[in-house]
């Protein structure tokens, strides 16, 4: 069997979340680029929404639990976003950035849950179906779903025959068991 590699590590972020943090703030009304953004995230979601954010001259605001890694609040700050600390987990970091949605007229750009990050993502499933377009499987890293529900999608729809499989990193909770 041949195996081919998605390098998307090596995007400026270290990760996907690039792909769909452009394809959500790509779609914003002008009003809203001029206000800006926020979203709660422990690190990859808020360097790829501060890292196109700067690029795209759309302010970011990132809420992140209290714990979240030092070189990713450094990271987020480096790269132009207001990094707010808040809460003891990734929750409290949620609805405290819902309320400065609020109240700022923030647009809330969840890291997976949400129609544009989702199709962003599916990117990665076009490009693997022009980089091998006979490719039987494609397996697909899960965290909060939003890769898998964008590269299945994008798969799928493009070639049925091709399999998903999920993979998840064993120490983390099992997406499946908790859906």
């Given amino acids: 069997m041949k195996i081919f590699c998605k390098l ?4 400026r972020t270290g990760s ?9 703030l790509s779609q914003l009304s002008s009003d809203q680029k001029k206000r ?8 990859n979601h808020a360097q790829a929404l501060a890292y196109q954010g700067r690029l795209l001259g759309v302010p ?5 639990p209290k714990h979240a890694p030092l070189i990713k609040v450094n990271n987020c700050q480096k790269l132009g976003a207001v990094v707010v600390l808040h809460g003891k987990d990734f929750g409290e970091a949620r609805s405290y950035a819902h309320e400065i949605a ?4 923030l647009a809330y750009v969840d890291g997976y849950d949400d129609p ?7 990117t ?3 490009e693997i179906l022009e980089q091998v377009p006979d490719v039987d499987a494609v397996i697909v890293p899960v965290g909060g779903a939003g890769l898998l529900a964008g590269v299945a999608l994008a798969v799928k729809t493009k070639k ?9 990193a064993e120490n983390v909770r099992e997406f499946f068991r908790r859906a």
């Fill in 8 to 11: 998307d590590n090596l995007q």
């Fill in 16 to 24: 996907f979340k690039e792909r769909g943090a452009r394809n959500a």
């Fill in 36 to 43: 800006g953004v926020i979203a709660a995230s422990a690190g």
């Fill in 60 to 64: 970011a605001t990132v809420v992140m």
């Fill in 102 to 105: 609020v109240e700022k007229r």
């Fill in 116 to 122: 544009a990050i989702i199709a962003g993502q599916g």
């Fill in 124 to 126: 990665m499933g076009l």
């Fill in 160 to 168: 049925a025959s091709a399999k998903i499989i999920t993979v998840e």
